[in-house]
């Protein structure tokens, strides 16, 4: 690079600086009234004061100063404020990490101060002082101020506030409660993304890589499978329509599972599922705990039929998903086909014994035009799957089968014969509800598990009270 160009580029920044200064000085962006010139009031979504700015940032704030610049030059009164976002959880869970000794938070945390600061022990104390979220978004929307001044933005620096402010909660809570007055908005229960460690809900933005992994509450329905008297196994399942053609139950072997009084009735779930359905609403007690395998080779009902199948194992069985049992339907669920199929094959490998198994098939219950009797199989044939372990075939056979099944399949058998997959659930669900069988239980859904909050705790789904929607 010539030293003219350089020459050049020095003498450009001693400019930018001069004129900056002196708009400084001089107000030239403090939008005093002025009765007699016409108004224009501009805001961008304001920064969240956790780290510094992006070159997405400078692309924002430059399209809001291009307009109040514009706007300007048309004889317009312009307010142009700048704000931080520092409440919720984020920055809580950057001091909670380094509290904690974090060693990724702290390197990152370090390199972002470093952008700003030359001196290393300017950096340590500034990074230990982030162990106060306040110090965290004191600095980070200090620095920000810095970059919008170096970029040239008109802002209006005397309206600066953060989230923080009482004046600003106070018109938070005046927001809500008139939106509530209209009817736009409403109260109730609900079930929400909640973290364990902080005990609070939290939203996507709470989440370690939430926009990322876009974790979202998901709605199981219980279903009760008899074992004695008041005494229940509940599988959760997202397609209860499916209900007519179970032919078994899988529990992991290896998981550990409890005997719970859950509001009077005697459940058995897994023991990961426990602090999960308390914080769902449900008035638990933990009477036992044990292995899965205890469970093997017992015999469940199924609810609205005569029928008795058998509790299997079933290694691919997650304890921390809903209630950790599953029940199985192979002949419209490619993993329950590929893993009856396994457990068929070699009964003793699985420690169960020949006579359990041999009898069951898969039992047909919905018609789907381009599939056989069994579309399970169908579609382990098409996709290759020779063995329950195969999951990411497994998983584009059961996307296919469960798409084609809802948007044509129908119900061949049961109280609900030729009701069309898409529209019986609800029916189903009335249903096992009549019989005292079903019941909601809620879990996270994400494209990555575990759901991480950003303070470090586990995320689930809790039924909170009072919550504005």
């Known amino acids: 690079m010539s030293k003219d160009f350089e020459n050049f580029k020095m003498t450009l920044r001693r400019i930018e600086k001069k004129w900056q200064e002196k708009w400084r000085k001089q107000g030239v962006f403090d939008a005093k009234p002025e009765p007699n010139k016409r108004k224009y009031f501009i805001t961008v979504p304001y920064p969240y004061a956790s780290g510094p700015l992006h070159i997405g940032h400078g692309r924002t704030y430059t399209t809001g100063d291009v307009i109040a610049r514009y706007k300007r030059m048309k004889g317009y009164n312009v307010l142009f404020p700048m704000a931080f976002h520092i409440t919720g959880t984020p920055i809580e869970g950057i001091s909670a990490r380094i509290?904690?000794?974090?060693?990724?938070?702290?390197?990152?945390?370090?390199?972002?101060?470093?952008?700003?600061?030359?001196?290393?022990?300017?950096?340590?104390?500034?990074?230990?002082?982030?162990?106060?979220?306040?110090?965290?978004?004191?600095?980070?929307?200090?620095?920000?101020?810095?970059?919008?001044?170096?970029?040239?933005?008109?802002?209006?620096?005397?309206?600066?506030?953060?989230?923080?402010?009482?004046?600003?909660?106070?018109?938070?809570?005046?927001?809500?409660?008139?939106?509530?007055?209209?009817?736009?908005?409403?109260?109730?229960?609900?079930?929400?993304?909640?973290?364990?460690?902080?005990?609070?809900?939290?939203?996507?933005?709470?989440?370690?890589?939430?926009?990322?992994?876009?974790?979202?509450?998901?709605e199981y329905v219980g279903i009760k499978f008899k074992l004695n008297d008041n005494l229940y196994l509940v599988a959760a399942t997202l397609r209860p329509e499916t209900i007519f053609g179970v032919t078994n139950i899988w529990i992991n072997p290896e998981g550990q599972y409890t005997l719970a009084r859950v509001n009077g009735e005697r459940w058995i779930i897994s023991k990961d599922s426990i602090i999960k359905i308390e914080r769902q609403g449900y008035k638990v007690e933990v009477v036992e705990e044990f292995s899965g395998w205890k469970l093997?080779?017992?015999?469940?009902?199924?609810?609205?039929?005569?029928?008795?199948?058998?509790?299997?194992?079933?290694?691919?069985?997650?304890?921390?998903?809903?209630?950790?049992?599953?029940?199985?339907?192979?002949?419209?669920?490619?993993?329950?086909?590929?893993?009856?199929?396994?457990?068929?094959?070699?009964?003793?490998?699985?420690?169960?014994?020949?006579?359990?198994?041999?009898m069951l098939e898969p039992i047909p219950i919905i018609r789907i035009e381009g599939y056989d009797i069994y579309p399970a199989k169908d579609a382990c044939e098409k996709y290759g799957v020779k063995s329950q372990l195969e999951k990411d075939k497994l998983e584009k056979a059961t996307e296919q089968v469960y798409k084609d099944e809802y948007y044509s399949g129908v119900l061949?058998?049961?109280?609900?014969?030729?009701?069309?997959?898409?529209?019986?659930?609800?029916?189903?669900?009335?249903?096992?509800?009549?019989?005292?069988?079903?019941?909601?239980i809620y879990e996270v859904s994400a494209l990555k598990k575990p759901v991480v909050c950003r303070c470090g705790g586990k995320v689930i789904v809790a039924v909170l009270e009072n919550q504005w929607f």
Not at 149 to 154: E, T
Not at 173 to 185: A, P, S, V
């Open 99 to 218: 509290r904690a000794g974090d060693e990724e938070s702290i390197k990152r945390n370090r390199y972002y101060i470093s952008l700003y600061e030359d001196d290393p022990e300017t950096v340590d104390r500034i990074l230990k002082s982030f162990e106060n979220p306040r110090n965290v978004a004191n600095y980070f929307s200090s620095v920000i101020s810095s970059d919008f001044d170096a970029l040239g933005f008109s802002i209006t620096w005397k309206r600066r506030f953060t989230t923080g402010d009482p004046e600003y909660n106070a018109f938070i809570t005046w927001q809500f409660k008139r939106l509530y007055e209209l009817g736009h908005i409403t109260t109730g229960t609900y079930p929400i993304l909640y973290c364990l460690k902080e005990e609070n809900a939290v939203g996507e933005d709470d989440i370690l890589g939430g926009d990322e992994i876009k974790p979202e509450v998901m």
């Open 296 to 358: 093997i080779g017992k015999y469940t009902d199924v609810p609205g039929s005569d029928r008795k199948v058998p509790i299997l194992p079933g290694p691919f069985v997650d304890t921390d998903e809903a209630t950790g049992v599953v029940y199985s339907v192979p002949a419209h669920a490619p993993y329950d086909y590929a893993a009856l199929v396994d457990i068929k094959r070699n009964p003793g490998e699985y420690g169960v014994k020949k006579e359990i198994v041999e």
């Open 412 to 440: 061949t058998v049961g109280p609900f014969k030729d009701w069309r997959v898409s529209d019986v659930k609800p029916k189903v669900v009335e249903w096992l509800e009549g019989m005292g069988r079903a019941v909601k």
